[in-house]
């Protein structure tokens, strides 16, 4: 059965600190999706990035950072001189091939960037 | 395009109403599910759906039912309402190509407060 955990619940920074939010999964299938997305104050759900499972190279997108490894199963995201702005929730999801690709999430991390 | 819409925004009911969450996109998405989303638990998936006559259950389907008529709609249905149904309810859908990556776009929630 699939599974996500974030276990880190909330994290507090202050501006221009890096940060690093933990996703660990579980999952039987070879064939697979890991997802990241990010629900600021306002309510929506935005996505963030997508690897499937195949692809274990990591990826840099402005102060955005993932870093995928199938031997610990994690795909953790680091977000590097944190702004205000970047004050949300964080979620981790995976889709994977048995079961039609239906995507299970983690409970989220909560993140405070402090002015 | 309009994306994934959601109807309504806002809904109080009393405990034993019915009611219908509306979910429609434009993007000729296959695939599309229903999650709610509950503090400190994530997103829970309830129903979801791969393609039109096609539904199946989610991690907590109880107390809801879903159709899929047509490609472009998703209703979910709370046939007798109970306090524990108050939640954020979002409808998501994705396209099945290997361009879309199975990558779920989100609509902007319907929050439900059952008294």
Same mark, same amino acid.
């Given at each position: ?14 501006? /221009? ?33 997508? +690897? ?7 990826? %840099?997108?402005? +102060? ?14 680091? %977000? ?29 991390? +909560?993140?405070?960037? /402090?002015? | !395009?309009?994306?994934? =819409? @959601? ?17 429609? @996109? ?10 709610? @989303? ?23 389907? !109880?107390?809801? !039912?879903?159709?899929?008529?047509? =490609? ?12 524990? @149904? ?30």
């Amino acid at each position: 059965a699939q599974k996500v955990t974030q276990a880190q619940t909330e994290i507090s920074v202050v501006e /221009k600190e890096d940060v690093t939010l933990d996703c660990v999964y579980e999952t039987r299938d070879t064939t697979y999706y890991l997802f990241w997305y990010k629900q600021p104050p306002s309510g929506e759900l935005v996505f963030l990035i997508r +690897r499937n499972s195949f692809d274990e190279q990591n990826e %840099i997108s402005g +102060r955005y950072s993932w870093n995928f490894q199938k031997s610990t199963s994690s795909f953790n995201f680091t %977000i590097t001189a944190s702004q205000v702005v970047d004050s949300a929730v964080y979620f981790c999801a995976l889709s994977e091939a048995n079961g039609g690709f239906k995507t299970i999430f983690g409970a989220g991390t +909560r993140l405070f960037v /402090k002015a | !395009n309009a994306g994934v =819409t @959601q109807t309504p925004k806002f809904q109080v009911l009393k405990t034993g109403q019915s009611m219908t969450l509306q979910c429609a @996109q434009d993007m000729n998405h296959e695939y599309m599910s229903w999650y709610r @989303q509950d503090p400190g638990m994530g997103l829970r998936l309830i129903h979801y759906s791969v393609g039109a006559g096609i539904t199946d259950q989610g991690e907590v389907p !109880n107390g809801y !039912n879903v159709s899929r008529s047509t =490609t472009e709609d998703f209703p979910l249905r709370l046939l007798s309402a109970a306090p524990s @149904q108050t939640s954020v309810y979002f409808c998501a859908s994705r396209g099945e190509d290997r361009l879309s990556s199975r990558t779920q776009y989100f609509g902007p929630g319907t929050r439900l407060l059952v008294l």
